[in-house]
């Protein structure tokens, strides 16, 4: 019996790195079809920078979920800002507030690793995301929420540090 369950596992397993890069292929091929220029991240991660006409340009990252109900998704993502904790009030409240006016996305925060890999070395960050399906998902569909996260990001990073600030 112990047999069966460890095949069982590993075999659980298998198919969930292969559904992974099954994800992370038809998200290489959604930015091809797109004709956006990307990097491909040793994590899967495909990292992309989207230049805007005032000369400001952000990050924007996608990335293979894991399935939901037997759905591939994708996370598209940009940083906005680092942040230090308490987080102060009328900055939660308007990361709140515009993620509930938004027609897409929202605001979340992240602990992203600085330097080496140090776990004990993290930097609270503040991203905006949106998840979608991959099945029927378009390069066109994906190419406008790059560029709406990029945009969100973009917005919210410069109420928040001033127009000055294009860290991201």
């Known amino acids: 019996m112990t047999r069966h369950l460890l095949l069982s596992m590993v075999l659980?397993?298998?198919?969930a790195t292969t559904a992974a890069?099954?994800?992370?292929?038809?998200?290489?091929?959604l930015l091809n079809d797109a004709?956006?220029?990307?990097?491909?991240?040793?994590?899967?991660?495909?990292?992309?920078?989207?230049e805007f006409t005032d000369g400001r340009s952000q990050l924007v990252f996608l990335?293979?979920?894991?399935?939901?109900?037997?759905?591939?998704?994708?996370?598209?993502y940009s940083p906005v800002m680092k942040i230090r904790y308490p987080l102060e009030e009328k900055v939660a409240r308007r990361l709140l507030t515009s993620s509930g006016l938004q027609k897409i996305g929202y605001f979340g925060i992240e602990e992203v690793e600085?330097?080496?890999?140090?776990?004990?070395?993290t930097q609270p960050t503040v991203f905006?995301?949106?998840?979608?399906?991959?099945?029927?998902?378009?390069g066109e569909?994906?190419?406008a929420v790059?560029?709406?996260?990029?945009?969100?990001?973009?917005?919210?990073?410069?109420?928040?540090?001033?127009?000055?600030?294009?860290?991201?």
């Open 35 to 50: 004709n956006l220029e990307y990097q491909l991240l040793d994590n899967g991660a495909c990292k992309l920078v989207i």
């Open 21 to 29: 890069a099954d994800a992370g292929d038809q998200i290489r091929k």
């Open 146 to 168: 790059i560029h709406t996260v990029a945009e969100v990001a973009d917005e919210m990073e410069k109420e928040q540090l001033g127009a000055g600030s294009d860290e991201y």
């Open 141 to 143: 569909v994906v190419n």
């Open 63 to 76: 990335r293979p979920m894991e399935p939901m109900n037997g759905q591939d998704l994708v996370e598209i």
């Open 12 to 15: 659980a397993l298998a198919l």
């Open 128 to 138: 905006a995301y949106h998840n979608l399906p991959l099945t029927g998902l378009t």
């Open 114 to 121: 600085q330097g080496e890999n140090e776990a004990s070395n």
